[in-house]
């Protein structure tokens, strides 16, 4: 099973930019659909963005289109995370998750905290 380990979060002004990177142990990474979740205080965990495996496509949430992108690197099992033009609405603790078949794991979680 894959771990899952996230950094890069952190305190932004409004409409700044972070950058996110989640690091997966594993020689299967490249096979493994991977995405972006955020929880806000008091909210449920919501979708932020996936890529599939091999990075053969991409999605996102409609609330993170055009601002956010993700990328994953099968040289150094990265998955990374782009944000910019960042609101208040966008902060919350932001978790790494990676799924494939009937598996799936979750990192501890980044908190990123967009300031106005």
């Known amino acids: 099973q894959v771990q899952l380990v996230e950094s890069g979060g952190g305190l932004v002004q409004a409409g700044g930019?972070?950058?996110l990177s989640c690091a997966?142990?594993?020689r299967t990474f490249a096979m493994y659909d991977m995405a972006w979740f955020r929880q806000a205080p008091g909210k449920e965990r919501d979708f932020v963005a996936a890529v599939r495996w091999m990075g053969?496509?991409?999605s996102y949430a409609d609330s993170v289109k055009g601002r956010f992108t993700?990328?994953?690197d099968g040289a150094?099992?990265?998955?990374d995370l782009q944000m910019n033009s960042l609101k208040?609405?966008?902060t919350g603790v932001y978790y790494c998750y990676a799924h494939i078949l009937r598996r799936e794991?979750?990192?501890q979680g980044t908190?990123?905290?967009v300031s106005l």
């Not at 150094?76 to 998955?79: F, G, K, L, S």
């Open 17 to 19: 930019s972070l950058r």
């Open 24 to 26: 997966a142990s594993g």
């Open 56 to 58: 053969i496509a991409t």
């Open 70 to 72: 993700i990328s994953r």
């Open 76 to 79: 150094v099992n990265t998955v």
């Open 88 to 90: 208040s609405e966008d």
């Open 105 to 107: 794991s979750w990192g």
């Open 111 to 113: 908190q990123v905290t």
